[in-house]
């Protein structure tokens, strides 16, 4: 078991983020809550120390980490070309789940870009986050806090589950508020172009530049290529994931054409559709309520021990396509 300290998450305790910043001064990892999901951070501009961070994911090098950022300044020390579409998109959505992909500084370690010309920027708004960046003094480098591949922790104890004692402290502040991935845009491209769909929505991107695009389509090919985080199969749980169609009786056909044991991630349309079911979890029917559950229910239903999960499908609306991203990559 990991150290874990339990922070306030609107008003960290000082000494809390003192301690959490000590363990990364001497180069070890601190697992911590974002807005999004936790992340397994170290000191982003020391190449050994972040090493430590593929080894305790188990996640193949070459696979480039966002830099967690206090602001705009820091963002701009670590870019070589800051533009004038970087500083619009900031000032609308900085601090927040929004991760830039810039031109990379010299001063950023090929291990944190995956030997790539660019690097992932972003600053969160969560407090106990934008603590330890402060208190540490320069950027952390932090993916997703779970092992290479699996479901991504909206909470401490999936962060235990999964990695144990390869994080050296854990600093519990509860559920994050989205509970999905930040969104990640490449301003290397132009015009701006999404890499990973994720909490803020296309819509809001788009009123701030109208000219960013997200190829939905070409997400296995292309993007999967400019963004080498996104391989197909991501964010699984142990158990097998099957995509049923949406309403009742597309989740009727699921539960029909599955052996052994079996969960379910229904509407609240279709939870009695998935009534044979030895656990059946209704989500809520709207996009960002949907998303904050979803990965502690996939995380919920593999504890249970089940062969099994079943998911039925999402709306095919805009507003919906970071969490069908997250289950269509589950699902292989
Ligand atoms: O919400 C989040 O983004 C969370 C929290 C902890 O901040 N972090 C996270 O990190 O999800 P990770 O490593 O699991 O995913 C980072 C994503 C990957 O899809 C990766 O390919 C992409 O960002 N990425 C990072 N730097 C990149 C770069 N230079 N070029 C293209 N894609 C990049
Ligand atoms: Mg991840």
Redesign the pocket.
Known sequence: MPRVVVVDPSKPDASAIADAAAVLARGGLVAFP?E????LGARGLHAAEVACIFAAKERPSG????L?VDGEPMARSLASVWSSAASRLVAELWPG?L?L?VPRALVVPNEV??G?S???L?A?VHPVARALIVAVGEPLA????NAHMHV?PTAAEHVVRSLGDRVDLVLDGGPCAYGI??T?L?LADDPPRV??P??VSLERLRAVDPRIVYERETIEGDAAR?????AAKHYAPRARVVLAERGPSGVAAAVLGCAGGLAALVSSAAADAAAGCSRVIVLPDEPDEYARRLFAALHEADASGVETVIVERVPDEPAWWAVADRLRRAAR
């Open positions: 974002t999004t999901v936790y992340g696979h480039p980490l966002i967690h789940p991760t992909v870009t995956g790539l660019t690097v992932g972003r969160p932090a993916p997703s806090a991504s991935e930040s990640v490449s890499l990973r994720g909490a400019a963004a080498p985080g996104m």
